[in-house]
């Protein structure tokens, strides 16, 4: 099983893969709001990216409140 | 559709729909690729008779109070009419808050009892004003086998044997009570009563009609008082069928289009523009050839949907885009925030006719719906049947704020008759927006006179909301302010929330304090945050019991204050 480090380091590449943004400019305590410059949809839609990678399924409810990439890596590792 | 003109509460009007279609679907509930429920009227009435008898074996009386917590689901539906079917007033209550708003809420509008979902109990179990909880029975749905759920009950085993008793309600009296802001400063909780809602359905129908078969899309939070009225009251009383959908991933959204061939659905301009935006990149796509096929379609469509939507034809011209929203899509709703009309116009040449209207919760919902005959996207449609609207003190270009009178402007803010006097005057809502009717009885929208905000996702901001979240903050004095209450401007979106601050004397604006507002800023909701500060050189107005002078503030600012100076966060 990956390490929570290498979680959040696949979730913060995805990320920068899938909105277009230097993965240099996204660390694990940024807003990815902000950071990604997305709306809450398209917020949703990295979370489906990010279960389809990483083969686990995340409920809408769970990213109420998360704005910061390393919590949205800890809520997949739980389901790792 | 039910003669509504006879009934004097929504709780007998449901009673009938669902005897009068018993053999019609009625809920359809879907996650992601799974359809979990499909409930018939008759099966719903089986559901919800049994629940109701518990409440009222548990104390549960008409004219109490019952609170909703929950997603978009076939459960709240089902306790709502529960709640009607014993009399009760109604509190449903955005399932997106906090968990201590939740809390202030429940505690404001004095709930007996309280419907919510495991995960969000959890959360407000687990709140530092948890003692203060008053409701005493709380049924929590969906909760894991051996979950510990502290003083709730199961919501699935919450029931009982015989036939509850029915209790029949006035027009007058209270159906629910709709909190259409107030979660950090006044709470705002409309009063709505059951003649506001029959009126209101009554409206909204005759404009766009449901019959058993249609399929609505409930998109929208259920609490909302636009998907109450059209994801529940509005088609049940007609024999349709709502959807919902546990997973609102706009992937299981489009699926959702075409497996349940929707018919209508309501949405806010943020989801309208998300769906634009693909659908745009999936032309920018095609080949060039077939893109310039498809430019000229659209272009011909556009001609012959001039006067009114015909949505055989545009079917015809665009099969593929219809068959995307599943073929059967007649309309989509948009509102509770302003919407570009360049977005309305990319949908209507398409054939997708998109309704604009404009309402508040205060009036039950909508006040104007476009009809689209013909298409006007640059309006919000001509009031609905029964809505009186006028523009107070019009300006040399006839703008001014708008005000409503009808059968379903709420009877009054709970607990709050100061503000009620303030909204309500000689009957008639002051909306606090501006507009002015152009000669074919459209009304246009140009801006907002009170200090809020609305989001591209429909929620309402007041910053009186959000200012305690800075609690501490090391300045002297702040206020936060919409721009557009400070600096007027003709024109909606791009609306931003700033803070106005006084600094201790002799202070400066320091790196540590920048930072410390940016960090709280950052723990506010998205929806919720500042865009930016700026610093103002004298001690704020106050009243004499020392509360800030929010008006004269906003206006000595305004004349003293340049735009340009609001440094962003």
């Known amino acids: 099983m990956p390490t929570i480090d290498q979680t959040l380091d696949e979730v913060l590449t995805l990320a920068a893969a899938r909105f277009k943004v230097p993965r240099e400019k996204l660390s694990p305590d940024d807003d990815f709001f902000q950071n990604l410059g997305i709306d809450s949809l398209q917020a949703l839609d990295l979370l489906t990216r990010l279960e389809n990678h990483f083969h686990v399924e995340l409920p809408d409810y769970e990213m109420q409140g998360v704005s910061d990439f390393r919590t949205l890596a800890s809520k997949i590792q739980a389901r790792l | ?569």
């Not at chain 2, 766009?208 to 909302?224: D, K």
């Not at chain 2, 077939?290 to 545009?314: E, F, K, Q």
């Not at chain 2, 609905?384 to 523009?391: P, Q, T």
């Open chain 2, 1 to 569: 559709m039910l003669d509504l003109t006879k009934y004097q509460c929504l709780g007998e009007a449901l009673r009938d729909a669902l005897d009068r279609w018993p053999n019609e679907v009625c809920l359809i509930e879907s996650d992601r690729d799974t359809e979990r429920t499909r409930l018939t009227y008759s099966d719903f009435k089986e559901t919800a008779l049994p629940l109701a008898r518990a409440l009222q074996d548990a104390g549960f009386q008409a004219g109490d109070r019952a609170a909703i917590i929950m997603t978009n689901q076939s459960k709240w539906l089902i306790s709502a009419y529960a709640v009607m079917h014993c009399g009760g007033v109604l509190v449903p209550l955005d399932y997106k808050l906090s968990a201590g708003e939740h809390l202030a809420l429940l505690a404001h509008s004095q709930a007996k009892v309280l419907f919510t979902e495991f995960h969000l109990w959890r959360a407000i179990t687990q709140a530092p004003a948890f003692e203060s909880l008053a409701a005493e029975t709380v049924l929590v749905t969906e909760a894991p086998g051996g979950a510990a759920l502290v003083k709730a009950f199961r919501w699935e085993d919450f029931r009982r044997k015989g036939a509850p008793e029915f209790s029949s309600r006035r027009r007058e009296d209270w159906a629910s009570i709709v909190y259409s802001s107030g979660t950090g400063g006044q709470p705002k909780g409309c009063v709505l009563t059951h003649e506001n809602y029959l009126e209101q359905c009554t409206a909204l129908t005759k404009l766009y009609p449901f019959w058993p078969g249609v399929r609505y899309l409930s998109i929208l939070p259920t609490n909302h008082a636009v998907d109450f009225m059209v994801g529940f009251i509005g088609p049940f009383v007609c024999g349709a069928t709502v959807v919902h959908l546990r997973t609102l991933r706009p992937e299981f959204v489009r699926d959702a289009f075409v497996r349940y061939r929707i018919t209508y659905l309501a949405l806010v301009p943020m989801v309208l523009k998300n769906l634009e935006r693909g659908l745009r990149s999936k032309f920018d796509e095609l080949p060039q050839a077939r893109r310039w096929i498809l430019d000229r379609l659209i272009a011909l469509n556009r001609l012959l949907t001039r006067h009114r939507p015909h949505v055989g034809i545009s079917r015809l011209l665009l099969p593929k885009i219809h068959r995307a929203f599943g073929g059967s899509l007649k309309a989509m709703f948009v509102g509770g925030a302003f919407m570009e009309p360049s977005t309305l116009q990319f949908f209507y040449d398409l054939g997708v006719p998109v309704s604009n209207g404009y309402g508040l919760t205060e009036a039950s919902t909508v006040l104007t719906l476009n009809d689209c005959k013909p298409f006007r996207a640059d309006t919000v449609g001509k009031p609905l049947a029964g809505v009186e609207l006028r523009i107070l003190n019009p300006d040399d270009e006839n703008i001014g704020e708008v005000a409503a009178r009808s059968k379903t402007v709420m009877s009054h803010y709970l607990s709050a008759p100061e503000l009620t006097a303030e909204t309500i005057v000689d009957g008639w809502l002051l909306t606090g927006d501006l507009g002015r009717f152009d000669p074919s009885g459209h009304l246009q929208l140009f801006g907002r006179k009170k200090n809020m905000i609305v989001t591209e996702g429909g929620k309402n901001i007041y910053p009186e909301d959000i200012e305690n979240a800075f609690d501490g903050l090391l300045v002297k004095e702040y206020c936060i302010f919409a721009t557009n209450f400070i600096w007027p401007k003709i024109g909606l979106g791009d609306e931003e929330l700033v803070m106005a601050i006084r600094l201790e004397p002799g202070a400066e604006m320091t790196s540590m304090l920048e930072e410390d507002l940016a960090a709280r800023n950052r723990r506010l909701p998205d929806f919720k945050r500042l865009d930016g500060y700026f610093i103002v050189g004298k001690d704020f107005p106050r009243t004499a019991s020392m509360k800030i002078k929010r008006i004269q503030l906003g206006e000595e600012i305004g004349k003293t204050v340049d735009r340009a100076a609001v440094v962003p966060l």
